[in-house]
């Protein structure tokens, strides 16, 4: 069964979900109630965690597979739990969707630094990639798993 990920900093770029992935899911932009996002401190990606004042921008991707979520689940780490949403997508329709959310035990890791994802493309972006290129054939090496109809 294949799942919704509503994503808010690094994963917005294609780049970084195909290089992770695989592939780019199809995606649009989306809202997400009652949450806020920051820059994690000492990293130059956020996280979100909630806040009934607050709402965060970022993206539905649809039709990612379990091999799919597997990795992001690596990806993000234990800083992350991912967790069941409901996305309000710009073409009006609203949407269940997994979310990666700052557990609580790392909640203060979260600051008041806005996210601006120009600048990490700017800044980030390539570097970033690589990065996730390697951290895939790593997970794939240590998994025997690929994603998405991927040849190994």
Known sequence: MNSSLFVYGSLECDEVMAALVGRTPTSVPATLAAHRRGILAGRIYPGIVPDPQSEVSGRVYFDLDEAALDILDWFEADEYERLLVAADCADGRR???FAYIVCAEYAELVTDVPWNLAEFRRLHLDDYVRG??????EWIASAGVVSDGDEP
């Open 132 to 137: 996730c290129k390697r951290l895939r054939d």
């Open 95 to 97: 949407t269940n969707a």
